[in-house]
C-alpha cells in the first residue's frame, strides 16, 4: 500500500535521531488537558549536517523524494518549509552554507511521530554539528514550536517522546510557558504489540482540527468524552504497572470505541483492529492522530498469527515489545 518497508530497521543511536512512537490511550484527549500514555518504537529519523558553499540551507529527504533551499524570509515558506524553518531562525543559522540530509525511518503520515521525530534528528544534527550544547528539554522544547506548527494545537506528547525515548506517562502544562507533567513509566515487563500499518497517510493536524471544530460546537458533549478518555488511560496505567493485560486490553478496546466516537477512525483503521481481535488479541485501537495511519494491537498470545493476518489483508504489521 505504498508505504516503505519498516520490518527492517537500523539500530537506533540515541544522540543523533528522534525516535517515532505509539500512543497507547489517550491521544486527542490529550490536547484538551487529558493524560496519555506514549512509547517509542524501534523506527526513528536520523539526520546530518554538512557545510557547503552552496549560500543556503539546503534540505534532503531522499526517501520522500523532497528536496529544498529553505527561503531566509519565514513569510515566503510554504507549508513544508514552515515547521522545520523555525529550528534554523530560533539556533540563528538561517544565513548559513549547509546541507542537511535526513533519512526517515519512520513512515510518513502514519500515526507514528514521524514529523516530531524529524525535528528532534534535524535539531540533533545541527546540534552535533555546530556544537551548540543543546540539552534535551531544550531540544525538546524547540521540537514542540516545530510540532504547534505542523499539528495546529499539538499537546507536546510527540516531541517528548521523539526527544527521550521513553515510555511516559504525559499531561500538557493548563498555562502557556508552564511544564508539562512528564512522568517516565516503569514496567514490570515489556509489553508485546502488533502495530498496523494502514497505509493510509493522514495528517494530524487535520484530524486534530476536526475533533476542535467539533468540539467547538459542542463543548460539554466533547469535554465528556475526553474525561472518559482520561479515566480510561490513568486506569491503564495501573493495569501497565500490574502488568493485566487482559485488564488493559478492555481499556484498549474501550478506548477505540471513544477515538471512533470522536470520528477519528477510518475504513482500514476499522478493519486492522477488527483482524487484530478475531486473531487473539487482548486489544486493538487507532494511535495517534488516526483518519487512517496505524493501529496497536495488544497480542501477548498469537502475536504472529495477528501480524500474519494483518500482512495477508494487505497492510505492514510489525511486532514491538515496549517498556
Ligand atoms: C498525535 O500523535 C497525538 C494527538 O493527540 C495530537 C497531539 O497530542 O498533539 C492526536
Known amino acids: 500500500r505504498g508505504v516503505p518497508d519498516v520490518t527492517e530497521q537500523p539500530a537506533v543511536d540515541h544522540r543523533a535521531c528522534g525516535h517515532g512512537k505509539i500512543i497507547l490511550l ?41 528536496e529544498y533551499r529553505l527561503h531566509r524570509d519565514p513569510a515566503h515558506r510554504d507549508s513544508f518549509q514552515r515547521s522545520l524553518g523555525i529550528i534554523f531562525d530560533t539556533l540563528e543559522l538561517t544565513e548559513r552554507s549547509m546541507r542537511i ?102 495528517l494530524t493536524a487535520v484530524t486534530v482540527g476536526k475533533v476542535r471544530s467539533a468540539w467547538q460546537r459542542n463543548p460539554a458533549l466533547y469535554d465528556g468524552i475526553f474525561q472518559q478518555i482520561d479515566g480510561l488511560t490513568l486506569q491503564a496505567m495501573e493495569a501497565m504497572q500490574q502488568y493485566d493485560l487482559e485488564r488493559l486490553g478492555d481499556l484498549m478496546n474501550i478506548c477505540h470505541g471513544l477515538l471512533n466516537a470522536l470520528r477519528v477512525s477510518s475504513w482500514e483503521v476499522e478493519e486492522l483492529v477488527q483482524i487484530a481481535r478475531e486473531h487473539g488479541a487482548l486489544g486493538a485501537k487507532l494511535t495517534g492522530g488516526g483518519g487512517g495511519g496505524s493501529i496497536v494491537a495488544l497480542c501477548p498470545q498469537n502475536r504472529e498469527k495477528v501480524a500474519a493476518a494483518m500482512r495477508d489483508a494487505g497492510y505492514q504489521a510489525m511486532e514491538v515489545d515496549i517498556g
Open 101 to 202: 540530509e535526513v533519512f526517515p525511518n519512520v513512515p510518513r503520515a502514519m500515526g507514528l511521530g514521524g514529523s516530531a521525530a524529524m525535528a528532534v534528528a534535524v535539531i540533533r544534527a545541527l546540534d552535533q554539528h555546530y556544537k551548540l550544547g543543546l540539552s534535551d528539554e531544550e531540544i525538546n522544547a524547540l521540537a514542540f514550536r516545530c510540532e504547534e506548527v505542523a499539528h495546529g494545537s499539538a499537546s507536546g506528547i510527540d516531541n517528548t517522546v521523539a526527544t527521550y525515548g521513553k515510555p511516559l506517562l504525559y499531561k500538557r502544562a493548563s498555562k502557556k510557558g508552564e511544564a508539562p507533567m512528564v512522568r517516565e513509566l516503569q514496567l514490570p515487563k515489556r509489553i508485546p504489540l502488533v502495530i498496523g500499518i494502514s497505509g493510509k497517510e493522514s
Open 26 to 66: 489517550g491521544e486527542h484527549a490529550v490536547v484538551y488537558g487529558s493524560h496519555a500514555i506514549a512509547a517509542p518504537v524501534p523506527l526513528a529519523v536520523r539526520a546530518v549536517a554538512q557545510d557547503t558553499k552552496s549560500g543556503g540551507v539546503d534540505m534532503f529527504i531522499p526517501r520522500w523524494g523532497v
